[in-house]
């Protein structure tokens, strides 16, 4: 399974755009990147996936360098509702076929005024 | 359409109780997990399944059972319950297009 390695903490500012970087040297050739929101004393939400180059959804951009050693969240304009902690993970897409998925230690975005 | 529910939302045990935790989604999704997460940690994968009657371990299966007899539900057992098991277990259940989790269950073990 692929290990991923985040940042533990990152602060920001209300407006300002946002970027948190994964570290995973040994993602395999099936394997998506996932990544994860979790808010205090709730279960974490799905934001956003991809397999290479960029991604984006309503919320979030997903940006995949050809080797795919890395990816890169970005968070467009933070607001302080985006204060939650960030988790990426490497394994079987969503839908896919099923393997497990492992969760870091994520990232907290702190967002201040 | 619920989602994913777990109960009970809290729970309180003595060293050496079982009990189980429950979870059900309606969503007819093949797949399933549970987590726990310690305080400040990341979330760990305990048991997972991926369609009724199949279940494989997580990283950390020791101390408890899981089984799947419908697509629904997906209960948790806890076998002896030991201080080292109080934490937040969330369940999770994957589909086509996201993963969901529920909750979550916040156990106290004296």
Redesign the interface.
């Known amino acids: 399974l692929a290990k991923t390695t985040q940042p533990i903490s990152m602060d920001s500012y209300e407006g300002q755009e946002v970027n948190i970087t994964c570290s995973h040297n040994n993602i395999a050739t099936n394997d998506y990147i996932t990544w994860?929101q979790q808010f205090p004393?709730?279960?974490?939400?799905?934001i956003i996936q991809g397999y290479k180059t960029k991604v984006t959804n309503e919320v979030a951009s997903l940006f995949i360098p050809a080797d795919r050693k890395s990816s890169t969240l970005s968070l467009p304009r933070v607001s302080l509702s985006d204060t939650a902690v960030y988790?990426c993970l490497v394994g079987a897409p969503?839908?896919g076929a099923?393997n497990?998925?492992?969760?870091?230690?994520?990232t907290l975005l702190a967002v201040q005024p | 359409n619920a989602g994913?529910t777990q109960t009970p939302k809290f729970q309180v045990l003595k060293t050496g109780q079982s009990m189980t935790l429950q979870c059900a989604q309606d969503m007819n999704h093949?797949?399933m997990?549970w987590?726990r997460q310690d305080p400040g940690?990341?979330?760990?994968?305990i048991h997972?399944s991926?369609g009724a009657g199949i279940t494989?371990q997580?990283?950390v299966p020791n101390g408890y059972n899981v089984s799947r007899s419908t697509t629904e539900d997906f209960p948790l057992r806890l076998l002896s319950a030991a201080p080292s098991q109080t934490s937040v277990y969330?369940c999770?259940s994957?589909?086509?297009?996201?993963?969901?989790?529920?909750?979550?269950t916040r156990l106290t073990v004296l």
Do not use: C, H, N, W
């Open positions: 994860y004393s709730q279960g974490p939400r799905f988790y969503i839908g099923t497990k998925l492992i969760f870091g230690t994520g | 994913v093949e797949y997990s987590y940690m990341g979330l760990r994968l997972y991926v494989d997580g990283e969330f999770a994957r589909g086509a297009d996201t993963q969901y989790f529920g909750p979550g």
